[in-house]
């Protein structure tokens, strides 16, 4: 089991562009959960995925949105991209009624 | 509001010594604390959950609710725990939307 997977590894993008990040959830798991995490900081929550609905959202202005299919997958897209969108983003999977988050590797976004 | 401190971003200790990384959680209701490591070049862990109560790689947390602190220790450090050591709270939900701390740096020399 590769647990969960997440592409690309890195990224740098021009302020203003849009991104969009992907993650493939543990075999077995069905809810994906998206964190940013900017350098020296822990991660923070963006939002949640189960059912291919949005089920909970942190802080985030409306620019970020995501998206689940019917396979779990997940992707992450940010609009209009600013300096301060640059960090590591990170996709942590789980299972309903289960314990526990497993994370992936993420995504280093850099914004030029 | 749910929030998580950990005082100490670095601790230093000697292998062989104890260590204690701190952890006070802000949230009203019954929180669920986890621990979560990140060894150089790995992905964030699990380390341990308070609702197991179990012991891992010979660290132990206990949930003290009366100081709303969640402390990691282990009695004799190993070369091999020196890492990025994060502890975090799930506000009670089943949707698991977890919040992190800032994180300690642990470092254990030989």
């Known amino acids: 089991d590769a647990g969960v997977t997440q592409s690309p590894t890195h990224l740098i993008k021009t302020r203003g562009q849009q991104v969009t990040l992907r993650c493939s959830p543990k075999s077995g798991h069905d809810t994906v959960s998206w964190y940013q995490q900017a350098l020296g900081q822990g991660p923070q929550f963006i939002f949640q995925?189960?059912?291919?609905?949005?089920?909970q959202r942190g802080n985030f202005p409306d620019r970020f949105s995501g998206h689940q299919f019917p396979n779990y997958s997940s992707e992450l897209n940010v609009n209009a991209l600013l300096l301060g969108d640059s960090a590591l983003y990170l996709c942590?999977?789980?299972?309903?009624?289960?314990?526990?988050?497993?994370f992936g590797s993420g995504t280093r976004l850099t914004v030029v | 509001a749910q929030r998580v401190t950990q005082p100490e971003k670095l601790l230093s200790v000697f292998k062989g010594a104890p260590v204690e990384l701190k952890c006070n959680y802000s949230y009203s209701g019954s929180p669920e604390l986890f621990w979560y490591v990140q060894y150089s070049r790995q992905r964030l862990q699990l380390l341990l959950r308070?609702?197991s109560r179990e012991s891992i790689k010979g660290f132990t947390a206990d949930l003290n609710k009366g100081e709303t602190s969640f402390h990691l220790k282990k009695p004799f450090a190993q070369e091999e725990d020196s890492a990025m050591y994060y502890c975090a709270l799930n506000g009670g939900t089943s949707y698991g939307k977890l919040t992190f701390g800032q994180g300690t740096i642990l470092t254990v020399h030989p």
């Open positions: 308070h609702i």
């Open positions: 942590a999977s789980s299972a309903q009624g289960g314990y526990g988050y497993t």
């Open positions: 995925y189960y059912e291919e609905e949005e089920r």
